[in-house]
């Protein structure tokens, strides 16, 4: 491979132990971030006198911007160094957090909400590409991906808490302002961790603006599509408008390309079969999790009618298993190797998703199962899938390929929304935010939940399936797996 350099690099963990103290305080940053923030809303909302669609806007306009911006940085990373523009992002990160401090309106903290979507897709690419070039071996990177995906995992789990406490004795503008230390952390750690980039290591054709904009507007309107089908429903005009763009805009991103005589993103890396069977498992993943996530949420507070609190804990099965998978996936992957660890982990999800949409009359059993299987199967595709893009591409391209990796994650997240959503509208009758459904209403949910479920999980199984094929392509050590197997294994 490209980017197989087996004797380069610290030959452990704990000797770059400084620059996976860095890259785990920036990852740890995006999982804290919304989820402190949404603990924060009601009381935002009264202390700005904001409205539905103000909150709203405060946390969709961080997700939008980040995901949005990510493939230009990605691109502006392998250009100009990564460890550079990921210092530059935590600036940023540490100044807009800062400006928390002198917010008085609810516009005002959205602009510093785009602004820290800024940092993130500055720095969140850089995370695992700048892992990935610290390490030559492929058991090294494992463990180091996984420990940076842990440490964000404890924080996803404990900063809901943590921010409830903090709350019921400061005001909300403390739980931003806890970005300020985390960016200086992780300012000093990168600084002191991690060499400047080698010139040899970048790439040096010009940056593709018109292809930065095609692909930042088609990605932009893909996410907010969602939104916009969740508040407007099916049959208004705004969310196919946008659908319609977004298809536009994505078909001009890929004309770009093509044509380009130095493309943002040369689709012909992302036919390398490592690149596309890691792209694919991550879009099985980012599909079949947050159609889950979303139909569990909606069962649990509006079909059965557990409060938010109940709800939340829930959801737990899937927090917990994630951080009890963690310590042993580095063991399972070179017990089983990257190949087959990846077709396993896909067919955990795919069972997972099964289990829930053919479950329906099994109460919460099958929901807690289909949130530990999905966990599990998400923990270890999320390392591996996202280590074998890396190691599919050329030394002066991991940034923008950590960036497509995120980025695929992100766009079939929404993706998966959407078509929950649309399933929804089509098989529900009524609001169904509304309290106190009629048996017919409640029927029409189960019919929905079967539907759209079933649906997703046969995207993922072909997703999964695909991405196995192309993994065998490329002559990884058990990947010859299929998909049938790994399902029976599973």
Excluded: C, K
Aim: no cysteine.
């Amino acid at each position: 491979m490209d980017t197989d350099t087996a004797a380069a690099g610290p030959r452990s963990l704990r000797e770059a132990w400084v620059a996976l103290a860095g890259l785990s305080a920036v990852f740890l940053f995006e999982m804290l971030d919304n989820s402190v923030l949404t603990v924060a809303l009601p009381t935002i909302g009264r202390d700005l006198d904001a409205s539905t669609t103000g909150l709203q806007w405060v946390t969709s306009s961080y997700a939008v911007v980040f995901g949005g911006l990510m493939l230009v940085f990605g691109a502006l990373a392998d250009r100009f160094g990564r460890r550079r523009v990921m210092l530059v992002g935590l600036t940023v990160l540490a100044l807009t957090s800062l400006a928390t401090a002198f917010v008085t309106a609810t516009e005002q903290l959205v602009a510093v909400r785009v602004a820290t979507g800024v940092a993130a897709a500055m720095t969140t690419p850089g995370t695992m590409a700048l892992a990935f070039r610290l390490f030559g071996a492929d058991d090294l990177r494992i463990r180091a991906t996984n420990v940076i995906a842990t440490v964000g995992l404890v924080g996803l789990a404990v900063g809901p808490t943590a921010g409830g406490l903090v709350l019921s004795v400061a005001p909300w503008q403390v739980l931003l302002l806890a970005n300020v230390p985390v960016a200086v952390l992780a300012i000093a750690a990168v600084r002191a961790g991690i060499a400047p980039d080698d010139p040899a290591e970048l790439h040096p054709d010009p940056v593709d603006v018109l292809g930065g904009l095609l692909g930042t507007a088609t990605i932009v309107l893909t996410l907010v599509v969602p939104t916009l089908f969740v508040e407007d429903g099916a049959g208004s005009w705004a969310p196919w408008t946008a659908t319609v763009a977004a298809v536009g805009a994505g078909a001009g991103f890929v004309v770009r390309q093509r044509t380009a005589r130095h493309p943002l993103l040369e689709l012909r890396l992302l036919a390398r079969p490592l690149v596309s069977s890691g792209l694919a498992y991550q879009a099985a993943e980012g599909l079949a999790v947050a159609g889950l996530v979303y139909l569990v949420t909606l069962q649990l507070q509006l079909d059965w009618g557990w409060a938010p609190a109940l709800a939340a804990a829930g959801m737990l099965p899937q927090i917990l298993t994630m951080l009890a998978v963690a310590p042993f996936v580095p063991r399972f992957v070179a017990r089983v190797g990257i190949g087959r660890a990846a077709a396993l982990g896909g067919a955990a999800v795919v069972t997972g998703l099964a289990v829930y949409g053919l479950g329906n009359g099994l109460g919460y059993v099958s929901v807690a199962v289909a949130l530990v299987l999905t966990a599990a199967g998400m923990r270890v595709v999320g390392v591996v899938a996202t280590v074998n893009v890396l190691r599919g591409l050329p030394a002066d391209r991991t940034s923008i390929g950590a960036a497509v990796n995120d980025t695929s994650t992100e766009v079939t997240s929404a993706i998966g929304v959407a078509a929950v959503g649309t399933v929804l509208a089509a098989v529900f009758h009524g609001d169904i935010a509304t309290a106190g459904w009629s048996a017919q209403q409640t029927a029409q949910f189960h019919d929905a939940l079967t539907i759209a479920v079933l649906g997703l999980t046969v995207a993922a199984a072909a997703l999964v399936g695909w991405a196995a094929l192309r993994a065998r392509g490329a002559g990884e050590d058990g990947a010859g797996m299929t998909v049938a197997d790994a399902l029976s294994e599973a």
